[in-house]
């Protein structure tokens, strides 16, 4: 047989050899004992780089993290995990790069009724916050924005309400938030007033009969350009102390106007928010919030969510770069046969691995009602830091390609910047920690 014909000769095989129940192996082995020894080794090495090896599925979930959820925690899984496959992971580079929000999947999350999902009562669906994390971690992986949008919801603007909220209001607006169609903002930081919120906020309010009129202004509102209404956080000029007012965007005094050129999160709409004179009757006060310690009690419950959003981006990072270490090839090897690379992948690995187990306790801490605010701040520091360096691999591991768009790298690259700084920056967060394990405050 000529060198030449070897492949046409070999592909016979492989046909042969899928039907091996048709073949003679005798006669098989007898055609191949007549071969020259050195043209069975060259035929072997063909037939070995011709057929397809089957490649380990990337899965970030290394220790099966997901195993610890319920049967019917796991369906929830499956379903948030396929609206995100088939709903938001085909359109979001574009909506990313557009810096626009895809308005028509709020009715579509809207009918899962997963809003507000660990609270109790007010047709709430009262589950388990690791149910909540996985889902937090399910959408940050497919798109970090999207599950920004659901946080801020079900989180930030669901959970003022709840904790804080009277019974009138959280039977008004919870339902209606679950399935989202009321959509409710979170504004606290303001231009001159980020970390130093709990030292002093500018906005004020100031008590006027039965109503409460709110100057001030906000920064990097989400949600806040399309929202039904918007918690404000605002200082009461009596006794210093702040308040949270439920303020709807028609209110007179009231205006947004959206935050551009962003370079991270670019699907979230941002807004500056301007209060002149605005009038809140007392009726859409936040009964509960007496200080900022109250305000803190949200947040202590949404930082959570965000260590799990960083472990979303995370692995969505780690599979991603997982897979193209399978299929890109240099120097006539896939890239992921080298062991630098390989080393890369294990360190994301172990960091993702230790994420994972991280928020998994602190979600069940949650559930048993012992969650700390440093316990929530040590998660949120780690958990967004370690993201950092994830995506910082997956982009190395991608070369050139890591910083084009298509590559679906770049977009997590640049989303792990917004979390490490919202909610508390590392900065604060590890304050937090700080002052638990020292007993000593070292804010100022
Ligand atoms: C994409 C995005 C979405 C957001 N969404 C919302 C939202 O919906 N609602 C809302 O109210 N806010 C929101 N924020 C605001 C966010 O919470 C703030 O950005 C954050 O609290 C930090 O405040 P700052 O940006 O003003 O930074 P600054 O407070 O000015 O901090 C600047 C730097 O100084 C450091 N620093 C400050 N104080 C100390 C200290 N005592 N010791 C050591 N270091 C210190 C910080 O860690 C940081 O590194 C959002 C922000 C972003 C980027």
Not at 3 to 19: A, D, G, W
Not at 97 to 103: I, R, S
Not at 204 to 226: L, M, Q, R, V
Not at 327 to 353: C, E, N, V
Request: charged share 25%.
């Amino acid at each position: 047989m000529e060198s030449n014909e070897l492949p046409s000769f070999l592909s016979k095989i492989h046909k042969l050899t899928r039907v091996a129940k048709a073949i003679d192996p005798s006669e098989l082995f007898e055609f191949l004992s007549k071969l020259d020894p050195s043209m069975v080794s060259k035929m072997m090495k063909m037939a070995k780089s011709e057929s397809p090896k089957q490649l380990p599925y990337p899965d970030g979930d290394f220790y099966s993290v997901s195993e610890m959820l319920t049967p019917e925690e796991r369906d929830i899984q499956l379903q948030v995990r396929q609206f995100m496959d088939k709903e938001v992971n085909p359109i979001a580079d574009e909506y990313w790069m557009k810096a626009e929000f895809p308005h028509h999947l709020i009715p579509k999350v809207g009918a899962l009724g997963l809003g507000g999902l660990t609270y109790k009562g007010y047709g709430l669906k009262g589950m388990s916050n690791v149910l909540e994390g996985i889902l937090a971690m399910e959408m940050a992986r497919v798109d970090t924005s999207f599950s920004t949008f659901f946080g801020v919801q079900s989180g930030l603007a669901m959970g003022s309400i709840y904790l804080l909220g009277s019974e009138e209001q959280k039977n008004e607006y919870l339902p209606l938030m679950r399935d989202f169609k009321l959509l409710g903002a979170f504004g606290l930081t303001e231009p001159d007033v980020g970390s130093g919120a709990a030292g002093g906020l500018v906005t004020t309010c100031k008590k006027d009969g039965d109503s409460w009129i709110i100057n001030g202004e906000k920064k990097w509102i989400g949600n806040a350009t399309f929202s039904d209404f918007t918690i404000i956080w605002a200082r009461n000029i009596e006794d210093d102390r702040v308040k949270g007012f439920i303020v709807h965007k028609d209110t007179p005094g009231f205006t947004t106007k959206k935050i551009e050129n962003k370079l991270s999160l670019r699907t979230v709409q941002n807004a500056e928010i301007k209060l002149v004179d605005c009038r809140v009757p007392e009726k859409m006060r936040l009964e509960k919030g007496h200080n900022f310690r109250n305000t803190s009690e949200v947040l202590r419950m949404t930082r959570a969510g965000v260590a799990w959003q960083a472990v979303g981006c995370a692995r969505g990072a780690y599979e991603v770069a997982a897979r193209y270490s399978q299929t890109r090839k240099q120097f006539g090897r896939p890239i992921g046969s080298f062991q630098l690379i390989q080393d890369q992948l294990a360190q994301m690995l172990g960091y993702l691995t230790a994420m994972q187990t991280m928020v998994m306790r602190l979600s069940q801490l949650q559930d048993q009602e012992r969650l700390l605010d440093e316990h929530a701040s040590l998660a949120k520091v780690f958990c967004t830091k370690s993201c950092k360096e994830i995506v910082s691999m997956a982009r190395s591991i991608h070369g050139g390609n890591g910083i084009l768009l298509e590559n679906d790298v770049g977009r997590f690259l640049a989303d792990a910047e917004a979390l490490y700084s919202y909610e508390g920056t590392k900065e604060i967060n590890s304050l937090i920690v700080g002052r638990a394990i020292t007993g000593f405050s070292a804010f100022v």
